[in-house]
């Protein structure tokens, strides 16, 4: 890849810097239609165990997640958001696991917000932790925000994600993310 960016670079040489560039190869899927958007695990790790998604007979206490130091830095993800940019990548999705359990998140969505050509930056999460990073995470730059919300009875919420947590916690993570004027929010629902 890096070979293939330093040939690309040097192909539009004669632009001035900070100039809009076409990429000369987009990026493209199987069936040849160009990359748009580009979705990043930023951890696999979730402190939800969804019987649909990482349900406890599997992801119980002997499963080993990821050593921190095999996990992308910021600034691999960074570098790797970059180069897809520049292939015509205009919109990335942070996921997991749980991306909001990822430390310091605001400072990698800070970060990717800075990318020249990079149009949104999106965060599909469980809202657990939301109420509490929606604030910083809006400030950073995230541009909208899918929240995975099954429920509103305590009950069925708690069976179906496994967790002792109350649906009302998401909610305020849904209140908290209310931006002045438009609101970038969308709720997935598991039946």
Known sequence: ??????NAR?????????AAVAPRAAARDALDRPLRQLRISVTDR???????????????????????????????IARVTSIFTELGVERVRL???EPTLRRDLPRLV?????IPGLKEINLTTNG???ARLAGPLRDAGLSRVTVSLDSLDDTTF???????????????GLEARRPAGRQNLKVNTVG
């Open 1 to 6: 890849m890096d070979k293939f960016m330093r």
């Open 10 to 18: 040097a192909e539009n040489a004669c632009t001035p810097p900070g």
């Open 46 to 76: 979730c402190n939800f165990r969804c019987t649909y998604c990482m349900p406890k007979r599997a992801f119980g206490s002997r499963y080993r997640f990821l050593k921190r130091s095999e996990v992308l830095s910021f600034e691999e």
């Open 95 to 97: 996921t997991g696991g």
């Open 110 to 114: 800070e970060k990717l917000a800075r």
């Open 128 to 130: 657990s932790q939301l």
């Open 158 to 172: 708690r069976a179906r994600h496994d967790v002792d947590l109350p649906a009302g916690r998401v909610r305020d």
